[in-house]
């Protein structure tokens, strides 16, 4: 009695017949193995891009709270240095306004 071929065996007989008929040829493969290599770069690439777009976001979820406790700490020194609270603190230490000679610009 002949053995047959089970249907599996059948699949990966034709299927390993393409792959040494069309694509292993010296014709072919070069070009399979550009193309695999050419959609490889392409997914690292495009995940590099989406690493980086998150390190943006994240720096600039970062500017953005800086530049908010930025303006917070302008406001208090302007509190501090208002007018009243400084004639204020003249008041209570007993200081007098300089006259001109005592006041040096500094450029």
């Known amino acids: ?7 599996k065996k059948k699949n990966e007989n034709i299927f390993k017949n393409i792959l040494e008929k069309y ?3 010296s014709q072919t493969f070069p070009l ?10 392409f997914v690292l690439i495009r995940m ?4 980086q777009d998150y390190q943006i976001n994240e720096i ?3 500017i953005k709270i800086e530049s908010i406790e930025n303006k917070e700490l302008k406001a208090d020194r ?12 003249a008041k209570k230490y007993n200081l007098k306004e300089p006259n001109e000679k ?6």
């Open 60 to 62: 600039a979820k970062q």
């Open 78 to 89: 302007a509190r501090v240095l208002s007018v009243k609270n400084l004639r204020g603190f």
């Open 48 to 51: 590099k891009g989406i690493e």
């Open 102 to 107: 005592h006041i040096i610009i500094i450029p």
């Open 23 to 25: 694509i292993l040829t």
């Open 1 to 7: 009695m002949a053995r047959r071929n089970s249907p």
């Open 32 to 41: 399979v193995l550009v193309f695999s290599t050419l959609g490889i770069l």
